[in-house]
């Protein structure tokens, strides 16, 4: 059973910054592709960004130079540092993984972490 626990949200004025972390368990971690997805109130979950499992990232458009996607396979846990947070960051942010089974793709995601950027 795929289990991903998000840490790290939190109250944050805007410029500055917070790191959070994924931990991962019950997965093949290296073999997953992963991502950071967001959701603002009254709005659609979004893809913040992504790391593919041989590295290679990419990212909204919203976050570009702002935002860096990590993985750290030894530890089975993924990142996103955000610098520069600006109000509209402010969302839940989710965990995902992309795992497959038998040739079927799965979507395996976390409960969700708040962050608020406000001064």
């Known amino acids: 059973q795929v289990q991903l626990v998000e840490s790290g949200g939190g109250l944050v004025h805007p410029g500055g910054s917070l790191r959070l972390s994924c931990a991962a368990s019950?997965?093949?971690?290296?073999?997953?592709?992963m991502a950071w997805y967001r959701q603002a109130p009254g709005k659609q979950r979004e893809l913040v960004a992504a790391i593919s499992t041989s590295g290679s990232t990419n990212y909204a458009d919203s976050v570009k130079g702002r935002f860096t996607i990590s993985r750290d396979n030894a530890k089975n846990t993924l990142f996103l540092q955000m610098n520069s947070l600006k109000p509209e960051d402010t969302a839940v942010y989710f965990c995902n993984a992309k795992t497959t089974f038998i040739g079927k793709i799965y979507n395996n995601w976390g409960q969700g972490t708040q962050v608020t950027v406000s001064s």
């Open positions: 019950g997965l093949i971690f290296n073999s997953a592709a």
